[in-house]
């Protein structure tokens, strides 16, 4: 018999026999009903009542081809057997607007943002959304592949935005366009951030420029990177591009150098500015692990120090007296 419970099947065997179903000849099997208990605790019932028993009768309960054991064996006399399903319902909550618990969203759309998720925000979410004439609900099975794949995008987005927090960057000081008089002194000169240090080069119409007495690379508290052409000539003229990376990535920008004879006019040229080149990280993102705080250990309390062994109190010398008072005359 096919129980509506879990695809359940019960049947009833006598030993020696080969009865896979309780409608076997001889045996007579009658379906109780469904039951549900109310409260904290609900439970899901099905039994089947046999007749013509043996002592060696025996019951069994399948689900999915696969037997179970109920927690009740089955009463031979009557020829009742039951099996129970008991279910803890798990009680709702109403989620409150936290900074971790974020709910928003717009006349068109409603939405909760779950800050930093963890397998205890697992669960059943239901979404209540009340006009003058009804309410409106819908739900959100967040368990199982749903939940592996929102948490496998959450752990995706999060390392990237810890990338680009840390990677190298170029906050700013570099122009455009340079226009300088040949036999100047031309100083490229900006602040780079990165955590770890970024590493800073600089190159000239995508060749790298090596550092030589004319062209000096510094940088200065890993933060202050220049570029220093000393006596420039026309041939100095063209693009120069400095990169700035470190392993969660890094930009490049260029900047158009313009060389010009003295006595020349000052030649014109309109900045073309140029977006800043992103360069992906270098090695696959590992986001830190935060460590416990370690409680510092308390300070020993100071002991007071032990009198000396076998130490006596002073003697007084001998043949010391007393003074004698001064008698009155």
Known sequence: MTSPVSGAVCAARTEGEQVSSPSRQGKRA???????GGGRRSSLGEGCQVANLKKESAFHWYKDSVEVIPEVPA?????VCKFAITHNPVRESKITASERMRIGGNPAMATLEIVEPTDKDKGMYIIEIVDSEKTHTRTLDLSGQLYDNAYAEFQRLK?????????GKVVGGLPDVVTIMEKKTLSLTCTVCGDPKPLVSWSKNDQEVDPSDQYVIAIDSGKFASLTIKGVSLED???YTMTVQNKYGG??????VSVYKHGDKIPEIKPTPTPKRIMPPTVPIVLPTTKA????????????????QNAKSPTPPRGMKSPTPTRKK
Do not use: C, F, H, M
């Open 251 to 256: 930009e490049s920008v260029d900047i158009i």
């Open 30 to 36: 009658n379906r109780q009903a469904l039951r549900v």
């Open 159 to 167: 390392a990237e935005a810890y990338a680009e927090k840390n990677r």
């Open 293 to 308: 705080a370690t409680p510092a250990p308390a300070p020993a309390a100071a002991k007071s120090p032990a009198p000396p």
């Open 75 to 79: 009463d031979l006399n009557s020829g």
């Open 237 to 239: 003229s063209g693009k």
